[in-house]
């Protein structure tokens, strides 16, 4: 039986080994098991799998942490750190000596070379000769094997179906090293086991090892969880990712300025469908989502998508989540902390800016206008506008706007003043538009001039005009 039983509460881990940053494929996994447990009520656990001492880092760890943090991946109870559950591995390993499902292997490594270099040859799996027993060396170095059975096993993936192996080509694999310390197969294996895991949902690198877990999780006498081997990421050109196709760590995407929301949605879009809905809140993607939808193709990865996905996720987001994720990005464009005032001013625009940008980095492009101190700095190329009659214009306009009451300061009657003023002069909107456009941002990206006007609110735009007025047009 590998589907465990259906009333049994689901349980789905995150198993990454901390030998680096939290990675976009891993992350994807993760996003899956979290999702799954959310959709069908279950728990959603995290093992660090931190056995390889000389691979392995409180750095990586931390990172992964900071990653699965920042994107919302929540995990339920404590993370478990498999280096800690060593002695239950050996026992289990113990278990399976007792029960005949293991043996003790006293190859020298010479021998084992030698055994290696046949079973190639011959086309088969290492098989050792202590697995037929034998009397063992004095004081010899010894590692635990696991005793292949005859006979063939089958694995009902979830999203790969039917998977069958000759248990032939199984190697008697290693179970404790010579130190005693445990392997990965065995490790996962146990851990799996104690957290009560029902589906294994992992990247279709390890399907072989379903395998192999399933004949070590057979002889322990232990239910089989189900699994689901889900296609790895690929690059736009359909290679395997790598570095090649830029970004690989969340943290990346992080500092390019997409939402957790957004990269959620785009990485659980990434090989899984319902129809053809691209864009899904965590409430939607949880009340759907469901492992038999994931493709089993590789899926690949498409950066104008994941733009497109999170400009929608920028629109839908509230002012809070922008100021809290946009935080870096703000004070980065303003060369430190905004102060009270600016806070304000850009509190108040980003409901209308947040539509403007696919990534928070667009968005602190578009809105530093807003938060710029007066005065403003005006480069020499940005004045261009400042000739002819300029000057005068921006005299005339000061007046204009001055005389719009400050509960009537908004885009409708801010335009519709402007509009009068060059009714009135018989001009077009680009006289006036130009100059005033410069002393109100400095030329930085900024929308239609009145929304500007609204947006700067009615004394901190009459002071920027003023500035100007002051330091570009007296002699
Ligand atoms: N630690 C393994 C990895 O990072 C995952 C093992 C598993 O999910 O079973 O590839």
Known sequence: MSNPNHQAKIVTRFAPSPTGFLHIGGARTALFCYYFARRHGGN??????DTDKARSSA??????????????????????YQSQNADRHRAAAENLIKTGHAYLCYLTPEEQAAERELSREQG????????????????????VRFRVPDGETVVDDLVQGRVKWNNQDFDDLILLRADASPVYMLAVVVDDHDMGVTHVV?????LVNAGRQKLIYQALGWDVPAFAHVPLIFGPDGKKLSKRHGALGVDAYRDMGYLPAGLRNYLTRLGWSHGDMEVFDDDEITALFELSDIN??????????????????MHMADTDTLLLYGKKFFEDKNG??????????????????????????????KAFFVTRQRPIEITAKAQKPFKNDAEMRLRDLLLVLKDIH????????????????????????GKIGAPLRVCLTGGAPSPDLSLVLELLGRNEALGRIEDCLKTYFTD
Do not use: C
């Open 406 to 429: 400050k509960d009537a300061w908004d885009d409708h009657s801010i335009l519709e003043q402007l509009n009068q003023y060059i009714a009135a002069q018989d001009i077009g909107f």
């Open 202 to 206: 992992r990247g279709d690198d390890h």
């Open 296 to 313: 089993k193709a590789p899926a690949r990865l498409d950066f104008d998508k994941m733009a497109f996905i999170n400009g929608e996720h």
């Open 59 to 80: 750095e990586a760890t931390g990172a992964i942490l900071d990653g699965m943090d920042w994107l919302g991946l929540k995990h339920d109870g404590e993370i478990v």
């Open 336 to 365: 430190g902390p905004l102060n009270a005032a600016q806070m304000a001013r850009l509190t108040a625009a980003l409901p209308h800016l947040k539509t403007r940008a696919k990534t928070l980095i667009e968005l602190a492009d």
């Open 44 to 49: 959603f656990l995290l093992r660090i799998e």
């Open 124 to 143: 088969r799996a290492f098989r050792s000769k202590w697995r037929d027993g034998g009397t063992p060396p004095k004081d010899a170095p010894f590692v």
